[in-house]
């Protein structure tokens, strides 16, 4: 039996996973990623081997991940789309878990969302509550972490938000606004993550920040720190779609799902449980206020990056 020693992060150049990775090399730990980004400049210096998350080719991802003690797992895409979805995302995730119990993966770190349910009509949810399933049936011992929403770096939710603020006269509410959202930085989640890794129980936790707001408290708190405070007004879930899918036509990505106002709406983005991780989004804020929402994140520009960059777009 080879050792095992390895630290495997699941898209080490992506948002969670980059902060996952540096956390484990500032402790010396030997790290490797399973992605298919190539990044034009490398953060990590080449202190990180990469292989390919090719779910086409299942040996591979078991000889990837033969040496692995921790899989760190953040793979999953954020919506259905023609070129990738939930469906996929979870037969993927499966196979991913199935090559780690066939390389012989001593535990697995997984980042789960708030409030998964099997039930759920909405897709992301139910997944996730399928995988969250699909994991503890492997045996493979575990953490799970549900995260609601990250900020941090270019995380693409809040960052989006304070594009809208800045750029219009005025911000559209889903409905009343009422529903609760929590945020956490994302090194927070990357803190709690690699802690976890060195755990032996098997765990599931929310992963949520010291502070809790309403979406229209949320809009409003950004707008404040940029410094474009706007004048909200209440629009229907369905026109609040409509005019997302206009400026997904102007800016060339999807701007927000019917199922993501749905699930938002929900509540489905906050939890009951105590805050675990420590920092402020008002503080936060407060030292980004310069640059948060000066440049448009894309997420099908994260996802649509020249071929020679990107092996394909998680297809099984
Ligand atoms: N971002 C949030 O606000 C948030 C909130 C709650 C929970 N989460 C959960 O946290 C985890 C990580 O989120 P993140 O924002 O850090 O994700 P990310 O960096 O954008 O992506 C994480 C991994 O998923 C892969 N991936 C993402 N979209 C894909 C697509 N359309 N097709 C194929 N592969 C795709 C990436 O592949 P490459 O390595 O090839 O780029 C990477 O390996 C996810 O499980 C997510 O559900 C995120």
Same mark, same amino acid.
């Given at each position: ?6 630290? &495997?992060?699941?898209?080490? =150049? ?20 399973? &992605? ?16 390919? @998350? ?29 070129? =990738? ?59 799970? @972490?549900?995260?609601?929403?990250? =900020? ?15 750029? =219009? ?51 409003? &708190? ?56 420590? &920092? ?37």
């Amino acid at each position: 039996m080879n050792i095992k020693t390895i630290h &495997t992060v699941t898209g080490a =150049f992506g948002l969670s996973g980059r902060f996952i990775a540096r956390r484990l090399l500032r402790e010396n730990l030997p790290v490797e990623t399973l &992605t298919n980004t190539r990044p034009a400049a490398d953060p990590f210096a080449g202190r990180v081997a990469t292989h390919p @998350l090719d779910f086409a080719d299942f040996p591979s991802l078991v000889r990837a991940l033969s040496a692995t003690a921790v899989l760190y797992n953040t793979y999953w895409v954020r919506f259905d789309h023609s070129a =990738f979805n939930h469906e996929t995302a979870v037969r993927n995730t499966r196979l991913l878990f199935a090559a780690a119990q066939e390389a012989g993966v001593r535990r697995i770190v997984h980042v789960s969302i708030t409030n998964p349910d099997e039930n759920s009509p909405l897709p992301y949810f139910r997944g996730k509550a399928q995988l969250e399933r699909a994991l503890r049936e492997t045996g493979i011992p575990h953490s799970i @972490l549900r995260p609601a929403v990250l =900020f941090g770096d270019n995380a693409i939710l809040l960052n989006n938000i304070a594009w809208m603020l800045r750029r =219009f006269p005025c911000f559209g509410i889903f409905g009343k606004g009422n529903y609760r959202i929590e945020p956490v930085h994302v090194d927070d989640l990357a803190a709690i993550a690699v802690a976890e890794g060195k755990e032996k129980r098997d765990t599931c936790l929310d992963v949520k920040g010291p502070e809790s707001f309403t979406y229209r408290e949320l809009v409003e &708190t950004i707008g404040r720190a940029i410094g474009h405070p706007r004048p909200l007004f209440r629009l229907s879930p369905k026109i609040g779609y409509a005019i997302g899918t206009l400026l997904g036509k102007c800016t060339g990505d999807v701007v927000i799902t019917r199922e993501e106002i749905q699930g938002l709406m929900a509540g489905l983005l906050a939890t009951s449980a105590p805050g675990n991780a420590p &920092t402020r989004l008002t503080e936060w804020l407060v030292e980004n206020a310069k640059t948060l929402g000066t440049v448009y994140q894309s997420e099908l520009q994260r996802r649509a990056s020249p071929p020679s960059n990107r092996r394909r777009f998680g297809a099984a």
